[in-house]
């Protein structure tokens, strides 16, 4: 065995060299949901090409607001490393609550305003017990959802709320210049969270909390208060999709909004959004939320039995998962 | 031979790893396994444990290629990893662990609770470990956790053991201690590849050396061969400048930068001292002496009770979170850089910038000036030389040395008044931790002040002007430091705790 020694006075830095074949892997994962989306839409088109007939489309972007808010919600408390399971019912309840209200004379737009901010104070509860108690969102927010779905049950007594003003439901039913309204609260909100996530300080705040949240704190970031917020932001947006579908609907129905809550988590974990926190994109939440509803839609027009898209959905999630469990075990 | 390393090659697409590499281990040695950040020491303990087994090259164990075995039948022959970061469930006792996924089993398939805490205890006595096989593993110390890991393997036949790191966190007794342990077991017979930063201890425990550097091996070296100097050399590939700090008179008659006074706070009974602007103020004392404490208590990350900070001679609030610490000009960099120190899933951009989002990088309706923070983490990342692809690069992808690195930078770029750092060099390699020591040094020229916590005496008598020796929550003993040695220091800290304690 031989003595080698240490002659070069030359340092070497250890740059990491990308991997060939591993970049377009990745770019592959990072986007799966974009490819994933022109391949479902190829695939309708194939199967029927009135699929893509203005009216489909824009049924499309329809069917997505009402999902793609609520998401857009629970995104900012997924990216914090904590899940809100009671959003479906802060929609519901609170679409409840305000249009009763509405129907017993109070003004449209309280009953907007009440609607929206009847959402904010449930996420603010919810955000108080799991940052400041350090309840287990989990449970915790099953519970609230439980309670506020049972809640608009006691208040309808099993009846649907009906006959809403139109300017109520102007929003979710009207067009300009033929174009309907509703997807344009929609893109609103996610450019505005596009700004907020990446270039503002909340957004710093939120991605260091769900990356880490010690460092964070120690970092100086008021990380119970970050959480907070994100509850907040959940139920708010919940809250505020409520007032869409409802508006959208003209009704208030029992199971008013009830299989959105899986859509949601399917969407935006496909969408890259990680469970464990710290990750994601809104852009790649907004291709979540419209391959669901392609997909969803497809089925429909396909003519496919609605008692298998349940199954379809189910489907999906799974897909979901399993396509982010293999990106986190063989890319990176 | 136990182990031979025959020409061992790895890359990872186009980065060669490990470039022939070659090392051989006898039966009941020590080896040391020295190297960079990067250099390979990874790669290659993956591949003689059979993590990795597309490797060029041989490995032979026992006159046998075990290039075509897998990790669990190379751990049956005996080749055992024991990791940095102790592999126990603190929730289970010594003997549960012991056995964890080999558990003893009555006729009728219940586990054998009985003979588990037997054999356990006979396993034990064996190796001549103390603690007892009912205890519940989270409350060992560290440095029995890591003795309990040894003890697994040995259980399982270990012939080969691999030590990861085991000294980060421990302090000297319990290294002398862990020393003692695999010096007695090595001399039973079984062998050890011994991977550690902290060259010294290196010398003192190991029988041969092996460097990486670049993935290629220098390995044939025994015990008195090499010095410290010579192996620092090897490690880096050049000379390492060991930053000495120039002690100024001016420093006497520096004005007071920090006064603290009779801090009470969660294991501190009564604390009062002073820290002189451009000062370094070393902290000595044993874990919960109140040493780390009071650096915890200032950076608002344990509740002071009551007492008085007072920064330039005006009355700081008692900081109740890091935020108000951070508002002050205090700023604490944490002894455990992946729980308290990196988000690694962000940029280094986003890391640096941390601290300083509310304040320097606030601009309208809560925008990020953006230009303002690349320009910040820019001057960080080339003055303090972190080597990464740009300031871009996600954290989590560097080397510990350079992690490190973007967690001082992140410290510094609040630009603090005083600078709390608790173990800033633990598990990093030789020139990331003198490039550190350097800049801050510099830094303290133009009136920062610092308090130091290490256990790493040698480290901490280059850098400090004055020592504070911590026990029993309260300052013990005070020192100028003038040329001390660890020895010294070591009498002395001792010596401060046999007072207080009687």
Known sequence: MSVKEGTTNQVVQPIKLKQPGQGYARLFADNIVWFLLVLGLFIMGLIDSAFFSQVILQNILVQTAVLGILTAGIAHVLIIGEIDLSITGVLAFSAGLGTTLMNNGLPWFLAVLVIVLFGLLIGTVNGILVAKLKAAALIETLAMGLVLQGGLMALTQGRSIVNFPEAFTWIGQGSVFGLPILPIPFLIVYLIIYFIWKKTVFGRSLFATGGNSTSAYVSGINVDRIKIYAFMISGGLAGFSGYLLAAYMGAVTMTFGQDLMMYTLAAAVIGGVSLTGGKGKISGVLGGVLLLTVIQTGLQILGISSYFVTMVGGMMIFIAVIVDALKTKYIR | ?502
Not at chain 2, 184 to 194: E, N, P, R, Y
């Open chain 2, 1 to 502: 031979m136990l182990l031979e390393i025959d020409h061992v090659s790895k890359c990872y697409g186009t980065k060669t790893v490990l470039d022939g590499v070659s090392m051989n281990l006898k039966k009941g040695e020590i080896h040391a396994l020295l190297g960079k950040n990067g250099a390979g020491k990874t790669t290659l303990v993956k591949s003689i444990s059979g993590v990795t087994t597309d490797y060029d090259g041989t490995i032979r164990f026992e006159g046998k290629s075990i290039d075509h075995l897998t990790v669990l039948e190379r751990q049956k022959i005996g080749i055992y990893v024991v990791p940095q970061h102790a592999s126990v469930i603190p929730e289970f006792t010594v003997a549960e662990n012991i056995f964890i996924g080999d558990w003893p089993r009555k006729k009728n398939g219940f586990v054998d609770w009985n003979h588990i805490y037997i054999y356990a205890k006979e396993a034990l006595d064996k190796y001549g470990v103390s603690f007892s096989p009912r205890q519940k593993v989270k409350d060992l110390s560290l440095v029995d956790q890591r003795k309990l890991n040894i003890v697994r393997a040995l259980f399982s036949n270990a012939k080969l053991i691999i030590l990861d790191e085991p000294t980060t966190a421990l302090s000297a007794e319990e290294r002398d201690g862990l020393f003692e342990f695999v010096i007695d077991l090595a001399k039973q017979g079984t062998s050890f590849i011994f991977i550690s930063h902290y060259i010294e201890e290196v010398l003192r425990l190991s029988d041969r050396y092996t460097v990486l550097r670049d993935g290629k091996s220098y390995t044939g070296f025994s015990r008195g061969e090499v010095d410290e100097r010579q192996l620092s050399n090897l490690i880096v590939g050049e000379d390492v400048e060991l930053c000495v700090r120039e002690r100024s008179e001016v420093l006497a008659r520096a004005p007071i930068a920090l006064q603290c006074s009779r801090i009470k706070a969660r294991g501190l009974t009564d604390v009062s001292f002073h820290l002189a602007k451009g000062e370094i103020l070393g902290l000595i004392g044993f874990p919960g002496s109140g040493a780390r404490e009071i650096c915890r208590a200032l950076a608002g990350l344990n509740p002071i009770e009551s007492g008085e900070i007072r920064l330039h001679g005006k009355k700081l609030r008692n900081p109740r979170r890091p935020d108000e610490a951070l508002a002050q000009k205090i700023v604490y960099v944490s002894y455990d850089r992946h729980a308290e120190g990196i988000v690694p899933d962000l940029p280094i951009r986003e890391n640096i910038s941390l601290p300083i989002l509310k304040s320097k990088l606030a601009s309208l309706f809560g925008f990020v000036n953006e230009r303002k923070e690349i320009e910040i983490a820019q001057q960080y990342f080339s003055t303090l030389n972190i080597k990464a692809h740009s300031i871009y690069e996600e954290v989590g992808n560097l080397s510990g040395g350079n992690q490190q690195k973007v967690v001082i930078s992140k410290a510094l770029s609040t630009q603090p008044d005083v600078l709390i750092i608790d173990e800033p060099t633990v598990g990093i390699d030789v020139k990331s931790r003198e490039e550190i020591l350097s800049l801050i040094n510099e830094l303290t020229d133009t009136g920062l002040s610092v308090l130091y916590l290490t256990n790493d005496y040698n480290e901490l008598l280059r850098v400090a002007d004055r020592l504070l020796f911590f026990a029993n929550g309260t300052i013990a003993r005070e020192e100028i430091n003038t040329g001390l040695t660890p020895e010294e220091v070591i009498q002395m800290r001792d010596s401060a705790e046999e007072e207080v304690a009687s």
